[in-house]
């Protein structure tokens, strides 16, 4: 079947309405009011798919837009306390802040909802005259000879058995810029096409990522301490795993409770949903949330390989800006500020080759002013912290990488640039080499069943369509993961997508699609990596409040 699309053409097109897209939108009418700038999002509305801590360092807002603190920004709660403790299973060891270099320190940041911080800035964006469409996957990229020429949004009303197109069938648009933006967050679907198509990896070490788990909690008002910001490492994951907490306090008495898993985690027992759940049994986490209500929760991958796993980010015609590249500071828990700088420099590339004629070429300016400016300065210094973790644990990393990011902040290095090794799917071992992990039964108060929080995450997909997540061989699944790994993918998906039903001969392998929150630990962790995530169709996925 020919499928014809409507094209409409612009100077940028960009995919991903997140803290690195909108920020090259605005400052692409910043720099020639003229250009014509386009803003994909396949979430509900702008906001609905941004999850992050979040603890913003504001330097990325600071360059896009000065007099943000004058422009109704939602973004007031500054941080006033600053805790960081290693738990034991009932008691905690607190680590002083003063033998930290000063730019771990949270002061000067704020406590935000990324969600509706990213809200706030499409409005900025709209009104210097860039046009944002919500609800439009992108679902393929548009090639013109070797560059990137666009891309083609809003398709709709392909059978769901077959995947060929069905009697409701809406071809989409082809959406043709100048220069393509990838800022679709962590391991996008059409970031992973460019990177594979030119390369782009070569020579970079693995990309390293983490799940990042969150729920939004509403607390007795004596326990809240609007501003406080507390991190934690060590139980309930020990030595079965890398990772830690996050714990914000908010306005309107309610709390960002947080968990991250490494996803490099050898035993395919381990179930990361579960350990987040353990963790607020902790009696300094219980005696928090006591008396209060869990309204809303959400889960997302996170990258954390940083400076060394950086991927080249320009090929013809497109850019990978942000977590699509993966400018997260794992120290600091922050990539935000990154995301920004990162929009604002492929900008500028972008608007500087356009006023020289110039289209569907490498951005090179692009490159060259993230691998030398404010974003490298600070991924280099902490780039040895996460593979010191990796190798010889939490210990390590705390003494060996707090002494490297000191020698870092005057130039020096202990260790040079260490290397990541194995994918986080290569790293998982096999079941028989583990023991089993023995979860306690969720509460009901302070612990709560998958399906349960999924449904705080108020996620939603149209069934009449393909599932989109897609296996290379359905065959995998029962015939090698689940003899060889106990087919992790019941585990590892914080929203219960994945199920292995019946036993011996007679088990089968179910995809929950409808669950999915978009979190992308499935394309990551699957150990055969049999999984692909695409994009659904529509405005399918998770609606977050205040994410």
Known sequence: MTITREKMDYDVVIVGAGPAGLSAAIKLKQLNADLTVVVLEKGSEVGAHILSGAVLDPCGLDALLPDWRTMGAPIAT??????????GPAGKLRIPNWPMPGFMSNHGNYIVSMANVCRWLAGVAEGLGVE????????????????????VAGEFGRDPATGEPGQAYEPGMELHGKYVFLSEGVRGSLSKQVIAKYDLAKGAE?????????????????????????????????????????????????????????????????????????????????????????VAYGARAISEGGWQSLPKLVAPGVALLGCSAGMVNVPRIKGNHNAMLSGIAAAEAAAGAIAAGRAGDELAAYETAVRTGPIAKDLKKVRNVKPLWSRYGLVASLMGGGIDMWANTVGLTLFGTLKHGK?????????????????????????????????????????????????????????????????????????????????????????????????????????????????????????????
Not at 78 to 87: P, R
Not at 132 to 151: K, N, Q, T, Y
Not at 498 to 515: D, K, P, S, W
């Open 132 to 151: 944002i469409f919500p609800g439009m996957s992108c679902s393929e990229l548009v090639f013109d000879g070797d560059r990137v020429a666009g891309v």
């Open 423 to 547: 994918t986080d799917a290569a790293a998982t071992g096999k079941a028989a080499d583990f023991k089993v992990i023995d979860y306690p039964k969720p509460d009901g108060v302070l612990s709560f069943d998958r399906l349960t929080n999924v449904a705080y995450s108020f996620t939603n997909h149209d069934e009449a369509q393909p599932a989109h997540l897609k296996l290379r061989d359905a065959s995998v699944p029962i015939a090698i993961n689940l003899p060889q790994y106990a087919e992790p993918a019941q585990r590892y998906c914080p929203a219960g997508v994945y199920e292995v039903l019946g036993e011996g001969a007679a088990a089968t392998f179910r995809i929950n699609f409808q669950n999915c929150v978009h979190c992308k630990t499935c394309d990551i962790k699957d150990p055969s990596q049999n999984i692909i995530w695409t994009t659904p169709q529509g405005a399918g996925g998770p609606n977050y409040p205040n994410m």
């Open 78 to 87: 500054e941080v006033k306390e600053d805790n960081f403790y290693i738990l």
């Open 206 to 294: 693995p990309q390293k990522y983490g799940l990042g788990m969150k729920e939004i909690w509403e607390i007795d008002p004596a326990k809240h301490s609007l501003g406080t910001v507390t991190h934690t490492m060590g139980w309930p994951l020990g030595s079965n795993a890398g990772g830690g907490s996050f714990i914000y306090h908010l306005e309107n008495n309610q709390v960002y409770v947080g968990f991250v898993v490494h996803l490099n985690y050898e035993n395919p027992h381990l179930f990361p949903y579960m350990e987040f759940q353990r963790f607020k049994h902790h009696p300094m986490v219980a005696d928090l949330l006591k008396g209060g209500k869990r």
